[in-house]
């Protein structure tokens, strides 16, 4: 009489549906708070500045620090001085750039003001060499998504009632943070896509794809 | 044996925990922050202009160079680089169209092979040497350029006259020059004014008008008006089919050769069967009565009824337009058509040239490459300046173009890309894309509109050393003791003293207006036509008895006539006929190629007296079974990276040392013999269908029935 | 948040109505083309101009011979006339058929349901939407397309394509693909998007020509005809009017039947977009 035959094992399909459903809830789960560790994103934050007929997100970010060719200080020129965005950043309210300001703009006024400060010298000399300053961008989102500064600007204070434009800096300090506070520019919000959508839904924005994604 | 067993307890708690921890991962909104601070760099503008704004672009007007016509477009220019070229609306000549080559343009400007540097016998030199040898070494130099119009001509003719009249050989192989030189003959006027979108007919023989002759975009956009209601009917007649052949209402395959016989025999049956009379020109007369339909079939295979087809069709649509490059026999029998048939006047008026004979353009033939070749043979010249035109890819290898190179004393190229011929040079002066450029350009359409289009840089150069023709003619002037120049530091200087003056203001004002609009204009010399008296009217047999092969030739709207092979874009423009990439081909008759046993695919070799050049096979109905036709374009030997492929049919054509003043290149077959060699490698084309297989895909309808519908759209 | 049975129930009534009032969506503008195939040269301007504006990566021929090419607009060549026949066995004595054929931008494209990420989608222009990012290269859409007007980036094209420099020739107002990608011709939205802005800033509505697609614009024969159809005032909804198309059905029925205008494959039901007019021959 032959021997009894083993038994054919079952797969064991319980297992390793609850196997694969954990480690892929690790793995997704604990991407995320690596990620988080890596670039925190803190839910609320700063107090909302004050723009009416507005809702956006209010979570913050912690940038790196970015060296520039020029150490630019925004606290002093934007929040001791005083001077609009949109002194600078002029394109903002006309194009979907904001635009870093060309050089004749600083060179407006520090052909004769602060002329002995080291940064003052390197900038006049690229200035009298032709050369542009070749800046790091600092608030970057990737090639594929196409933001217009100008939509937003019509949005939330050209075209908006109660808005002053001598107020912009409360509006560009909704994706870009108080820049008052900084030296050489920080990324201070996360810009990500949830961050842009949340705002989006909450003050109804456009909702197609490809308003942002051609 | 495992205990484990699904039950229905189970499996639900499974499920809960899976989906628990799925819903667990998918709980957040995308919040990945991508950290791409500090990455990218933004180079900020030094001083711009106000209207200069980052994001949005602005458009400049300039001149397109990529054919002779000089067609008028406009650049979009975003933070000083140029990304698009269209139409420019003010143009008359191509109101707002450009065709792909023009489009193309764009690539190769920012192509990766362009030349940099001032070369000296191939090594890397500077302006201020390359110029100084040339000062030195080009006394009395001649000229030898593709087709040239505006200041740039004035400065080369004011090189050649301070330095003894050297010859200016203008080279298109591309060319009207049967229709030019017909046109004076019988009507006084070289350059008439068509007006396409007056005809009811056109007939067009050997003479593709929407692909490569003339101004094609000017005749397509008339075209597009031709074809509105009431609808015009175009006929071909050709021995390959061309773009406008695939566009006809009628096409009409002749013995390539047999063209002129042709067309005479269309006069046979207008005068005969139709009574149109030739009164006045008793020699047309006794060789259309003389050129019978029989005789007609002999010579070129084409039947009576097809020649009574076309008769009638003319008498039917008037005014009828009949266009023909075939040769010069075939263009003096068209323009003879067009005086019976009253075409003159209507659809063909005088030209109105523009008053400063100074800028009108030289347009090019082969009978200039010819000459050229055969007097640098000879001795008769010493030096030469190269600019806009590749002699050595483009001559036939008979007429030995290097050897005729290696001859003259001192070459001079000036070119944005190395071809053929720089490599042939002594000194090469790296050229500016045309539109990184200043210049002047007058077309050549025959209209009253007196413009003069201006090429303006569209932004400042990609490669610093490199300088605009005008700029380096004017160099070249200077150095040759040309009056009047020292005054100019650069061309843009030197055309804004000549163009104010040309149009009588040097306001600022005025100067802004006419770069804005792309164009200047001018006073026109209004003409009359010199209709010349009786015609003599004659054809050659065509070379090719029944039975033997031709080997022809035609530039097709894209590669042009080889110029275009660098750029990939074009490469990768599937031709408008065969729909082939990247590859010549030969193009055949089922018939043909049953008879020397080619198929699909297949390598052939195709022998002249002159040499022989092996590709693939074509097989379609859209040929004369005597005819093998090798599209020219491809075939470089050393033009870059993306012109490696294909075979170059130019090589192989006659240069006959007959009666050049007659005789083009393109439009003389070579008699040819073909084998296949037995390799056999798909030809890459962008569909391997020419049938729709009874799909409603490009559907028809008969032309009575869009009458009825008094014109549809 | 809305309950989903709701939504179903809403959603199924608004589908129902036939996409001719609205459809399932409140379309803002109805975006749709009119090829005329008798002033159509074949001369490929379209094409090349669309190269250019679109950041469209060339491939070479191998890829080319595998299908790998990227031409959101191509022109199609035949030489024969099913409708009419050829006279001649021997000779094509009444030339050839060109067929300029791009993205049709269904109302109902077979290309949408089937994206496993809704990376393909209808937006409120009334465009078939494509959107790079999302796109998980499953090519699904590709495979559902009936005119075969699908590109898929199968390599990452963009270092032979652009060789510096001339990546600075490259579009900035639309993305360049990466590999496992598809795209398509998109009734240029960049431009569209553009206009909207242009409109925006000076505070007016879009008008009937603001919009030019580059094919349109190159066109040296004006075949090309580009516009929305909800503006009744626009050129292409008179060319549609006059020549008696309706969207929402595939069973045209015309008081005139000479009349040229037809939908390639619009008895699939998928509600293509652009219109082709007949080329006429002297039959």
Redesign the interface.
Known sequence: MPADRP?R??F????A??G???V??LI??GA?IF?QQ??P?KPGGTPPPRVPNADFPTDT?D??D??QPINYSHKLHAGDLGINCLYCHT?AR????A??????KCMGCHTVVGTEKPEIQKLTAM?SK?Q???????????DFVHFSHERHLQRFLLNNKDMNIKDSPDVCAMCHGDMNTVGVA??MK??????C??CHEKNKGPADCTRCHK | ??K?K?DRR??LK?LG??SA??A???C?????????????????????EEYV????GVWYASTCQQCPASCGVHGRV??G???????NPDASV?K?????M???A??G????ERIENPLINGQKATWDEALALVAKKSGGAAWLTGAMSGHQRVLIDAHRTAGGNARHYAVEVVNARPWEDASLATLGDANPNLHIDKARAVLAVGADF??TWGN??KS??D??NF??AP?G?LM?IEPA?S?T?????????ARPGSEAAVLMGVGHILTTKHGVSVADMPSAALAFADMTPTKVLGLSDVKEEQLAKIAD?LMANSPSLILANANHDTAKVAQVLNMMLGNVGQTLTPSAAITAEALLPVTGSSKDLVEFAMDAKAGKISSVFISGTNPVFLAPSKLDMAGALAKVGFKVAIADFHDETTTACDVVLPASSALEAWGTHVPVDGSDAGEVYIQQPLMEN?HANTRGLGDILLAVAKGAGVDGLAEFEDYYGYLRTAVSALIGSDLEGDWNSILQKGKAVTAVNHSNFNAGGDVALGFSEPAAKAGTLTLITSAR??LFDGRHANL???????D??S?A???SWAEI?P?TAAKIGAKDGDYITITSANGSITTRVFI???IH?DAISVPMGRGHTNYGLYAK?GVNPLSLLDASSGDRQTTELLNSGVSVTVKPTGDNR?L?R??D????H?????????????D??QG?? | MPSLLGNVFKGWSDYSKGIEQGGNQKYEHMFSM?I????C?????C???C???NNLA????YK??SRQ?M?WM???????????GSSDP??????????PMMCQQCNAAPCEPVCPVAATYHTVDALNAQVYNRCIGSRYCANNCPFRVRYFNFYDNAPT?W??????????DLSVRSKGVMEKCTFCIQRIRGANETAKREGRELKDGDIVT?CQ???????IVFGDLLDKTSEISK?WK??QVKLGTYKQEKE???????R?FEELNIEPKVL????????
């Open positions: 038994q094992k079952t064991p399909w319980i297992r549906f609850i694969t459903a954990v892929g809830a997704v789960v995320q990620e890596l670039h994103v970010f940038g790196k970015v060296t394109y006309r194009s979907k750039v635009g870093i300001p060309p050089t004749a200035w032709g542009s300053p070749a800046w790091k961008k600092v608030n970057d989102v990737p920080k990324k996360p810009l990500t896509m949830g961050f959508v949340t | 044996m495992s484990t699904i189970n499996f499974v925990l899976g921890g799925a667990l991962a998918g957040d909104m995308p919040s990945y922050v991508t950290s791409d601070e500090g990455k990218e760099n933004i180079y900020s503008y030094l001083a711009p704004i980052p994001g949005i975003r933070e680089r140029v990304l698009k070229l269209e139409g191509n707002g169209k450009i065709c792909q023009g489009q193309a764009i690539q400007h920012f192509h990766p929407l692909g094609p975009v397509m956009r075209y597009g074809r509105s609808r009917v071909s089919m773009m052949g695939a566009n006809s209402d009628i096409w009409v395959t069709t990609v709207q894209g990939p874009w074009l490469q990768e423009a599937p408008q006929i729909k990439v990247w590859d008759h018939k379609y109905k859209g079974q492929n798909h890459v962008l569909m269908v020419d049938s729709q009874g799909r409603k895909l490009a559907a028809t309808i008969t032309a009575d029935q869009f009825r519908n549809g759209a | 009119s005329d195939l008798d002033k040269t074949g001369c490929n301007a094409s090349t101009a190269y250019a504006e060339w491939v070479g021929e080319f011979a090419s031409h191509r022109i199609e060549r035949y030489f024969d006339e099913p409708d009419v021997e000779s094509l004595d009444r030339g050839a058929s060109f067929l394509a060789p510096a420099p001339m990546d600075q020739g490259l579009n900035p580059a614009q190159t066109c040296p024969t004006s075949a060319i006059r020549q005139n039947k000479d009349l040229r205008g037809y390639i082709y007019l007949e080329r006429v021959r002297e039959v």
